[in-house]
């Protein structure tokens, strides 16, 4: 998982430019699922989550829920086993990372992440 430590550590590398590369690709695919949500909400969450994967590809799609995830943990409509999907997947963003690198979505009601992480988990 990303957390601050690892972007301080990659940006005092010499490597702040490969960061800011794959933290604009993240801001990307958050928007690209905000696009799709917005554009899907007659179809059932699963049937969103089927044209984020196929739009994005599988791991840049559960990369960016399982960050949104993390961003929003503490919110009790995300639910504990979302949460701990959320930590355990690889190239995610901790909540800490993505608050201060400005990764969040104010698009996707909570209730309606929590039905997509759903989805994604299966």
């Known amino acids: 998982m990303k957390t601050v430590k690892t972007i ?6 010499g490597r702040a430019a490969e960061y800011r590369a794959e ?7 958050v928007s690209t699922l905000e696009a ?3 554009d899907t909400r007659e179809l059932t969450p699963a049937e969103t989550v089927a044209r984020f994967k196929e ?5 840049l799609a559960q990369i960016a ?11 009790g409509r995300i639910s504990r086993r979302s949460a701990a999907w959320a930590e355990g ?5 901790d909540e800490e990372a993505a608050q201060r690198m400005g990764i969040y979505t104010n698009k996707i009601h909570m ?5 997509i992480a759903q989805e994604m988990r299966k």
């Open 55 to 59: 739009t994005v590809g599988a791991e």
């Open 23 to 29: 933290r604009e690709k993240l801001l990307e695919t």
């Open 65 to 75: 829920v399982a960050t949104l995830i993390n961003r929003s943990a503490w919110d």
């Open 111 to 115: 209730a309606h992440l929590e039905q």
């Open 36 to 38: 799709i949500y917005s």
């Open 89 to 93: 997947i690889t190239g995610a963003w």
């Open 8 to 13: 301080t550590e990659l940006c005092e590398a």
